[in-house]
Every structure is written in structure tokens, then in C-alpha cells.
């Protein structure tokens, strides 16, 4: 190591001795390229890198997440990818950050509503184990669909594109137009609700057991909740929403008010929609 260290002083004493420029380095070609990848690394790190959403705790939930994102306008515009592909009908476009506005979905509401074809689908709601889910607005009387499409990306629910398309129409009688007219029909009504409905709910001395038991129509007008009249909102965890399917379950759920209806639906024997049973379970 001496011998090693001799020889380079050696080497720089003798190089100055033979070149009158006593000003030049012998390690001058060294010293420039080491300033060199200096000065590459310094000006990497002064350029950002793209910021990635970090996950938070609403993020274990996708019903937490979605109450944060329609709620807090920072965090909403943090988790949309933008520029953000819109599709109207067969026309797509892109929305860039500068023209997005702020959208409330349904926490300006009372409560908002959720569609299934099957009881056992109901269990989806909550799964943490989620990695897509869509939010749907469906226009009762234009019978149009407008669709949120949220990933799970690292941990972060991100909105990737919004879909407004038209509802197919199927032969028999469709839903949302028998909706449509039994929210906001009395008469229509009292020919559409199964005699006796069955009903469900809360018993009053025990507030974690439930009664079943029936309603005439006299009592379900005077049971029967607030019903939507212009559109209705979805979450689609995974359930499966067919516009053919003999059942239809509609979930009112109250936003800070502890409200709870369930509407169950289900063809007749002649193709029509009638309602067959109501749970009150609110608190």
C-alpha cells in the first residue's frame, strides 16, 4: 500500500516537474468526470418525480373511501387519473385537471340507494378484500346510466374513467320504468304491493332482535319510506344487476341518520313488478 501510495506521489511530482504549465492537474480528467456524475445525480434529484396517491385508513373500506372522495375536494382531485377518460354514448374525450369540478355523488342527500338481484350479494358490501368498484347514477326518466369506475391501485382507490351510457330495454316489463311510476303513483301502488306484505323489523323491546310479521296496504302507506322519484344511486361491489332478472332488491341507506329500508321486488306470474316484502331496521 505504501509502495502504492509512493508511486502516485511520484508519478503527480515528476508530471509537474516536466510541464512548465505547473497549473494542470494530473488528475484533472478524473476530477471532471466525477463532477460530471455529480452534476447528472444533483439534477436528477431536482426534477419530481410523479407523486403517487398514499393510501389511507377510508382506503381499507371502499364506502369510507367514497364518503372521503365526494366529501373533501383535495383528496378528490389526488384520486382522479387525469386527464380522466369521459365516454358519452360512442364519443370518448378526456377531462383535464384545470376543468375538473368538484363532484358531491350522493353525500348532499339524506341517504343514497343501492340495487341487487340477490339477497346474498349483499354480503359484498364492506368486503375489504376489493380491488374494483363502480358508482352508478341511473336516471329514471331519461334511462340513462352514468358510471364511475374507481381501481384499487397500492392501496389507493383511484377514478379512472366515467361511463354515461343508455339502459337496454328487455320484452318484459322493465324496472326502472315500473319504479319510475310506483314512487310517485299512490294508485298505481296499491295495485303493485303484494297483499300481505310481509315486513320486517326492529322489535321495541329488544333493539337486537327483529319482528316479521305482515302489513295490509292501509299500514304499508303508512310505513312505507320516501321513495326516490328522479334517480336512483348504485355501488357495484361484484353483484350482478341483470336488466332480465325476475328479482330486484332496493337498499336505502341514510347518510348520518341511521336509516335502513329494504324493498323487495319480484315478477309476477304475469312478467309485472310487484313489491313482496319491506325491512324497517332503521335506528
Known amino acids: 500500500m505504501r509502495k502504492l501510495i509512493a508511486g502516485v506521489v511520484l508519478f503527480a511530482f515528476l508530471a509537474s516537474c516536466g510541464?512548465?504549465?505547473?497549473?494542470?492537474?494530473?488528475?484533472?480528467?478524473?476530477?471532471?468526470?466525477?463532477d460530471s456524475v455529480r452534476?447528472?445525480?444533483?439534477?436528477?434529484?431536482?426534477?419530481?418525480?410523479?407523486?403517487?396517491?398514499?393510501?389511507?385508513?377510508?382506503?381499507?373500506?371502499?364506502?369510507?373511501?367514497?364518503?372521503?372522495?365526494?366529501s373533501d375536494d383535495a383528496l378528490q382531485r389526488q384520486r382522479v387519473k387525469f386527464p380522466l377518460s369521459y365516454y358519452n354514448r360512442n364519443e370518448a374525450s378526456k377531462i383535464e385537471k384545470k376543468y375538473w369540478k368538484h363532484d358531491d355523488l350522493f353525500?348532499?342527500?339524506s341517504y343514497y340507494?343501492?340495487?341487487?338481484?340477490?339477497?346474498?350479494?349483499?354480503?359484498?358490501?364492506?368486503?375489504?378484500?376489493?380491488?374494483?368498484?363502480q358508482v352508478e347514477w341511473i336516471y329514471i326518466r331519461t334511462h340513462m346510466m352514468k358510471k364511475y369506475y374507481f381501481e384499487r391501485i397500492k392501496?389507493?382507490?383511484?377514478?379512472?374513467?366515467?361511463?354515461?351510457r343508455p339502459i337496454e330495454k328487455n320484452e318484459n316489463e322493465d324496472f326502472l320504468e315500473f319504479f319510475g311510476r310506483f314512487a310517485t303513483d299512490s294508485l298505481f301502488q296499491?295495485?303493485?304491493?303484494?297483499?300481505?306484505?310481509?315486513?320486517?323489523?326492529?322489535?321495541p323491546d329488544d333493539d337486537f332482535a327483529v319482528l316479521e310479521t305482515t302489513l295490509d296496504l292501509n299500514q304499508w302507506f303508512a310505513f312505507k319510506?320516501?321513495?326516490?322519484?328522479?334517480?336512483?344511486?348504485?355501488?357495484?361491489?361484484?353483484?350482478?344487476?341483470?336488466d332480465d332478472s325476475s328479482h330486484k332488491i332496493l337498499a336505502l341507506k341514510g347518510i348520518g341518520n341511521g336509516l335502513s329500508n329494504i324493498l323487495?321486488?319480484?315478477?309476477?306470474?304475469?312478467?309485472?313488478?310487484e313489491l313482496y316484502k319491506f325491512e324497517d331496521v332503521s335506528i
Request: proline residues 6%.
Open 225 to 242: 319510506p320516501s321513495l326516490p322519484t328522479d334517480r336512483l344511486s348504485n355501488i357495484n361491489y361484484g353483484q350482478k344487476n341483470a
Open 19 to 34: 510541464n512548465k504549465k505547473a497549473d494542470i492537474n494530473p488528475f484533472a480528467a478524473i476530477t471532471n468526470e466525477v
Open 190 to 203: 296499491c295495485h303493485r304491493v303484494s297483499q300481505p306484505l310481509a315486513f320486517v323489523t326492529t322489535d
Open 107 to 109: 353525500t348532499k342527500q
Open 155 to 164: 392501496g389507493a382507490w383511484i377514478l379512472e374513467a366515467i361511463n354515461l
Open 39 to 70: 452534476h447528472r445525480t444533483d439534477t436528477l434529484h431536482q426534477i419530481k418525480a410523479p407523486e403517487e396517491p398514499v393510501p389511507i385508513e377510508a382506503d381499507e373500506s371502499f364506502d369510507d373511501f367514497i364518503y372521503n372522495f365526494a
Open 264 to 273: 323487495y321486488f319480484r315478477r309476477d306470474v304475469t312478467g309485472n313488478w
Open 113 to 133: 340507494t343501492l340495487l341487487f338481484d340477490r339477497e346474498e350479494d349483499m354480503d359484498l358490501v364492506g368486503d375489504t378484500a376489493l380491488t374494483s368498484v
